[in-house]
């Protein structure tokens, strides 16, 4: 059985799939509210809450655009200005087989939503064994910074929300990366603070699209008690491809 709410989301709809696209195409984020089930939402949380001791902290301080300093470039130039990222994680090789978040990572009337909303003609799980489906958990004063993602889109489902902070943020189209604008002006406006930025609400349960290769986005540090757990469910558009070791390395701590 599909944790999907298909009565709520009728994914195999074309006039439904026809809005999702419009919706994601003029925003840049989708969020349907209520896509898992609450029962699916619970057996998840019961999974990971227990889990958390296992999860990994990379603990580093990145760019914006998640790759080395360029030593040729000023540290305090928009491509070197470091942000921090203190979240965990649970790798997929961490997720039971038998969670409904594997049920619905393989799913092909979820897979065949996504081409559709996404306009791509297919999408494939990563040929590595850490990167399809992440947990990622923000105890107390843990955050994401401020980056554009390697990926074209990111598929993310909240599973519980902390008490207060962990808040989305984004500034849409900061860069265009097919025409290799890097988006530096804004960029520093962002990280100094005196640029504006738009937050996206969503609740446990809710599926968020997300273009985040050239949308700026960040997640604020949780405040409370309650840890912020979140799925990220992440495919390719070409098959066989991998994290390198390196890559995996910096994400995971690990290879395999
Ligand atoms: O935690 C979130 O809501 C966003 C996660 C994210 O941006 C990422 O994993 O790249
Ligand atoms: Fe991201």
């Not at 649970?90 to 897979?111: E, G, I, K």
Request: hydrophobic share 40%; charged share 25%; proline share 7%.
């Amino acid at each position: 059985m599909t944790p999907i709410d298909r009565v709520r989301h009728p994914i195999d709809d074309p006039d439904h799939r026809r809005r999702c696209r419009e919706v994601l195409d003029a925003a840049g984020a989708l969020v349907l509210d209520g896509f898992f089930s609450a029962e699916a939402i619970a057996r998840v949380v019961a999974d990971s809450a227990p889990r958390e001791a296992e999860a990994f902290y990379a603990g580093s301080t990145h760019n914006v655009y998640l790759t080395p300093p360029d030593p040729g470039l000023p540290e305090d130039h928009a491509f070197n200005r470091q942000v921090a990222s203190s979240k965990g994680l649970l790798a997929d090789d961490q997720v039971p087989a038998d969670s409904p978040l594997r049920t619905v990572y393989d799913d092909p009337a979820f897979r065949d939503f996504l081409c559709a909303v996404l306009g791509i003609e297919a999408i494939h799980p990563y040929a590595d064994h850490l990167s399809s489906i992440n947990v990622h958990f923000a105890s107390a004063g843990r955050e994401l910074g401020w980056h554009f993602d390697n990926s074209s889109f990111a598929v993310t489902m909240l599973l519980q929300a902390p008490e207060d902070g962990g808040r989305f943020e984004y500034v849409p189209a900061v860069r265009d990366s097919a025409a290799g604008d890097m988006g530096y002006n804004v960029v520093d406006a962002v990280l100094d603070g005196i640029h504006p930025v738009e937050a996206l609400d969503f609740e446990p349960g809710a599926l968020v699209l997300f273009r985040g290769r050239d949308a700026l986005h960040r997640v604020t540090p949780t405040e409370g008690s309650v840890t912020r757990l979140l799925v990220v469910f992440a495919f390719n558009d070409q098959p066989g491809v991998g994290l390198s070791d390196s890559a995996l390395r910096t994400f995971y701590g690990r290879t395999a």
